[in-house]
């Protein structure tokens, strides 16, 4: 089972961004993909959250900048981040789960997204 993100680098402030996780080695579509953040002296939070059913789950503080979507055929799940702030640099990691028999939790490698000037 492997989560690889992509997708990081360094963006000015009012930029545009890309994240990609690929999961492979599941038996089936993880019923619940998500990316999270964590920057330096902060708790890892949760960004976006998009279920096998499409239900999406967005954080207050990205609303209105970020969206997310997954494509269920290839186990992918992408993270469009726009006018991005100095405030959203972090790490940010992929995550796969299932709530139900069997229960399972993932975790990718997290990317690095810089925003500065």
């Known amino acids: 089972v492997q989560l690889q993100a992509s997708g990081g680098g360094l963006v000015q402030p009012g930029g545009s961004l890309t994240l990609s996780c690929e999961a492979s080695?599941?038996?089936?579509?993880?019923?619940?993909m998500g990316w999270y953040r964590q920057s330096p002296g902060k708790q890892r939070e949760l960004v976006a959250q998009?279920?096998?059913?499409?239900?999406?789950s967005l954080a207050d503080s990205v609303k209105g900048r970020f969206t997310a979507s997954r494509n269920n055929a290839k186990n992918t799940m992408d993270l469009h981040m726009n006018s991005l702030k100095p405030e959203d640099t972090a790490v940010y990691y992929c995550?796969?789960?299932?709530?139900?028999?069997?229960?399972?939790?993932?975790w990718g490698q997290g990317t690095l997204v810089t925003v500065s000037s």
């Open positions: 995550r796969a789960r299932r709530v139900m028999t069997p229960v399972y939790n993932y």
């Open positions: 080695g599941f038996p089936s579509t993880p019923p619940i």
């Open positions: 998009v279920t096998s059913g499409g239900t999406t």
